[in-house]
């Protein structure tokens, strides 16, 4: 099923064509005038060179009004096998199609409602005929079974037409051109931007990153640069608004040679305060009791540190480069891009 987006937004335009595989455009002179467009041969000289294909309305009151029309704008430099006329169904408008078809000119004969609309365009040799899902459903009509009846006539009689889903409104919409064998389909970009999303698509993506980040990214990559050392003779009071500067739950107590005597925790500071009271607070770091601080080396994988969140079931862990400390190791870091 061919895929064209249906806009004049030349932002939206230039987003949607980055993806590499778009068949073409479909635009229409509401939009234009939606965005503010007054050039509009000007605009469609510039659209013709921005997509592969470009679909058009030729208008006019007569098939050869129709006819002028389209050949007035080749004549701004279009290239016809690129470029897709556009007419509304009628019966001034089949009759055009039949005589651009006769000049090797492509026709979307659209705005069609009914099966026997159908029927003439692809008579006159259309080369798409374009139901109005949307509109159609607005007003209460089984849209989907006019496609699959138009589908089906083209199948039947080998007509050389290609039906077009038009007038989406939503991604079901794309699901149901595609059940009903439609042959193209035009859609807006911001329908366009929600069909490859799914809520266990993205789950699993996202898992499959996070184990690949912990079997390829070194702890010392995901460290967030802050080193958060505080000396032993800081005393408890003054550790805990370094300890807030730094942002970490936890600080590192070294002596001047960096030797490690210990992590101060908040947990540790609210066991203190428990035990002792305010008293805590004017107490250096030096004189507290620390146990052996959980540790890992700087060069060693984050699924190393995984291993050791899980097996030690502590939140911060503390990382060296050969027994220096360079940082702290949150169980977020392992999760966070």
Do not use: W
Not at 55 to 84: F, M, S
Not at 162 to 171: D, G, H, P, Q, Y
């Amino acid at each position: 099923m061919e895929l064209y987006l249906d806009s004049a937004n030349l932002k939206e335009i230039e987003e949607g064509f980055k993806l590499g595989f778009l068949n073409g455009l479909t635009t229409t002179p509401t939009f234009m005038q939606r965005e503010g467009i007054t050039d509009i041969d000007g605009m469609i000289v510039k659209l013709s060179k921005m997509v592969p294909v470009l679909q058009i309305e030729a208008l006019g009151n007569t098939a050869e009004d129709v006819v002028k029309e389209a050949h007035r704008q080749l004549n701004l430099g279009l290239d016809p096998t690129k470029t897709v006329f556009k007419i509304p169904v009628s019966l001034e408008g089949v009759r055009a199609c039949a005589l651009l078809r006769k000049d090797g000119l492509l026709v979307n004969v659209h705005l069609v409602y009914s099966l026997q609309q159908a029927y003439m365009a692809m008579h006159a040799g259309a080369s798409y005929v374009c139901p109005l899902v949307g509109r159609l459903q607005d007003q209460g009509q089984d849209a989907l079974g006019l496609v699959e009846q138009c589908v089906d006539a083209v199948n039947h009689y080998g007509y050389d037409t290609k039906i077009m889903f038009s007038s989406v409104r939503n991604s079901e919409h794309v699901r149901n051109a595609l059940q009903a064998g439609a042959h193209t389909i035009t859609v807006p970009l911001k329908i366009l931007k929600t069909l490859t999303e799914n809520y266990f698509t993205t789950l699993g993506t996202e898992q499959f990153l996070q184990d690949t980040k912990l079997m390829t990214m070194r702890v010392n990559e995901a460290i967030n640069g802050v080193n958060p050392i505080v000396a032993s003779s800081v005393n408890v009071k003054d550790a805990i608004v370094k300890m807030t500067e730094y942002g970490f739950g936890a600080i590192i107590v070294a002596d001047a040679d960096l030797q490690v005597k210990g992590v101060f925790t908040d947990g540790d500071l609210r066991r203190h305060l428990q035990t002792e009271g305010s008293a805590i607070l004017d107490k250096k770091l030096g004189d507290l009791q620390f146990k052996t601080p959980v540790s890992i080396e700087g060069n060693l994988l984050l699924n190393d540190a995984a291993a050791i969140f899980k097996k030690t079931n502590v939140d911060t862990i503390l990382v060296t480069d050969n027994g220096k400390p360079i940082g702290m190791l949150d169980i977020q870091d392992l999760e966070s891009n």
